[in-house]
């Protein structure tokens, strides 16, 4: 199964770009990186960088800190880590992350189309 990413700054109400973004399996105690990629301009990483391998517990990491620096801004976070299940269905997964310098928010969709660009 694939997973998009797309992240959308809140404060200036636009698409996130240059967000590094990792993708981790947890496998008994431990997180094993999978993939990454870096959000584009239009705040997406794409579903083909980012395969999970089945069923099983994942974490994306984002490393907002380099954003905001990046504008000039200072956040209260240096990451976004989130977890989340996937079962062993083939649909991919998109992730949408709202961020601000103090506070995100997160919700799991299905991919929309232009994710596979």
């Known amino acids: 199964m694939s997973v998009a990413v797309y992240v959308h700054d809140s404060m200036r109400g636009t698409p996130a770009e240059a ?4 993708l981790e399996k947890q496998t008994n105690s431990k997180w094993d990186k999978l993939g990454q990629g870096v ?3 239009h705040g997406l ?3 083909h960088l980012l395969e999970t391998d089945g069923r099983g517990v994942y974490r ?4 907002v800190d380099s954003y ?6 200072e956040s209260s ?33 299905r991919v929309p189309v232009w994710s596979s660009h």
């Open 19 to 22: 967000i590094p973004v990792t």
């Open 39 to 41: 959000t584009d301009d």
């Open 45 to 47: 990483v794409a579903a």
């Open 60 to 63: 994306l990491i984002l490393d």
């Open 68 to 73: 905001f620096v990046s504008i000039g801004m």
């Open 77 to 109: 976070y240096p990451s976004i880590s989130f977890a989340f299940r996937a079962s062993d269905g083939a649909e991919p997964l998109c992730i949408m992350f709202f961020i601000a310098t103090h506070g995100y928010s997160s919700y799991r969709a």
